[in-house]
């Protein structure tokens, strides 16, 4: 069982950076698939980046425009999310979420999720 803690949130302004933390305990991480997704007010969850723990797969959403960028550190087990020049509409509840289908973007396909984080950008 692999259980996920994001980190990182917090009010900004736009067009300020933030990197979110995603620590996975527990359980055997080679073998899944590792993602972002957001939930904005009023909106459906959607998927923002995601890779396999090992590398490779690595897909963003069209959304984000060349603004995020994922990474990891595999001694630690925490898996990141690097947002940039943020806008306003980037206002949302982060979640790291975990699969063992890789190359997947469906909230469906996704079985381990932490709480979530909130991020709030500022015009």
């Known amino acids: 069982q692999v259980q996920l803690v994001e980190s990182g949130g917090g009010l900004v302004q736009a067009g300020d950076s933030l990197r979110l933390s995603c620590a996975a305990s527990g359980g055997t991480l080679s073998n899944l698939a590792m993602a972002w997704f957001r939930q904005g007010p009023g909106k459906e969850r959607e998927f923002v980046a995601g890779a396999n723990w090992i590398g490779g797969n690595t897909k963003y959403a069209d959304s984000v425009d060349g603004r995020i960028e994922i990474s990891r550190d595999y001694v630690k087990r925490e898996f990141y999310l690097q947002m940039n020049a943020l806008k306003p509409d980037y206002t949302a509840v982060y979640y790291c979420?975990?699969?063992?289908?890789?190359?997947?973007?469906?909230?469906?396909?996704?079985?381990?999720w932490g709480q979530g984080t909130q991020v709030t950008v500022s015009s």
């Open positions: 979420a975990a699969s063992g289908n890789c190359g997947k973007s469906a909230v469906g396909e996704y079985e381990y």
